[in-house]
């Protein structure tokens, strides 16, 4: 073999490589934040405890970079739902500011789900621009910083129980 030929073949093996490499890595999903999860129980707050058959679960993740929360809210043997938020308080804390519309995701209320739902209600993704009352001008790290101290709660509205039928308080996952 002549020295062009090697020297055609070394190049052609080495730009394989590399081409296989930059393959490989796009496939690969990019590393993601911390998870979040609340379960969604009837809400036993108010004067009287609701009862209910619903339950569900809210899930969050939070991207690698710390500027997106992902989530999804899934709920089962819920009637005529027509609104649903994060909000801000304790577990002791029957009320509080919403922080965050999940449903409608603009928060301008709509017509009710008709009917018994099971499945996902609300599926989206939060930035910084969509957080309201007291975390309304601060950065996506400051819901977290609230998630992971026990402040914000989850509620699901029904139109028989107006107050809240599903409550839960988001908790990180532990890896």
């Known amino acids: 073999?002549?020295?062009?030929?090697f020297f055609s073949f070394l190049a052609f093996?080495?730009?394989l490589g590399i081409?296989?490499?930059?393959?490989?890595?796009?496939g690969k999903p990019a590393a993601a934040g911390p998870l979040f999860i609340a379960e969604l129980q009837p809400d036993a707050m108010g004067v009287r405890p609701v009862e209910t058959h619903a339950g569900g679960?809210?899930?969050m993740e939070l991207s690698a970079d710390g500027l997106v929360l992902a989530y999804k809210l899934e709920v089962e043997n819920l009637q005529d739902a027509f609104m649903s938020h994060l909000q801000y308080g304790?577990?002791?804390?029957?009320?509080?500011?919403?922080?965050?519309?999940?449903?409608?995701?603009?928060g301008k209320r709509r017509e009710v789900v008709e009917g018994r739902f099971d499945g996902v209600l609300a599926q989206?993704?939060?930035?910084?621009?969509?957080?309201?009352g007291p975390l309304a001008g601060?950065?996506?790290?400051?819901?977290?910083?609230?998630?992971?101290?026990?402040?914000i709660f989850a509620d699901v509205h029904t139109r028989h129980h107006v107050p809240g039928?599903?409550?839960?308080?988001l908790r990180p996952v532990q890896p």
């Not at 073999?1 to 030929?5: E, I, L, S």
């Not at 081409?19 to 796009?26: D, N, R």
């Not at 989206?124 to 309201?132: N, V």
């Not at 039928?165 to 308080?169: D, F, K, P, S, W």
Request: charged letters at 25%; hydrophobic letters at 45%; aromatic letters at 6%.
């Open 1 to 5: 073999m002549n020295k062009y030929r």
């Open 13 to 15: 093996l080495l730009a």
């Open 19 to 26: 081409g296989g490499a930059l393959v490989a890595a796009a």
């Open 57 to 59: 679960r809210l899930t």
């Open 90 to 106: 304790g577990p002791e804390d029957r009320y509080g500011p919403i922080v965050v519309w999940l449903f409608p995701e603009d």
């Open 124 to 132: 989206g993704e939060i930035r910084a621009e969509d957080l309201q």
């Open 138 to 151: 601060h950065e996506l790290a400051a819901l977290v910083a609230a998630i992971e101290e026990g402040m």
């Open 165 to 169: 039928e599903l409550r839960g308080h």
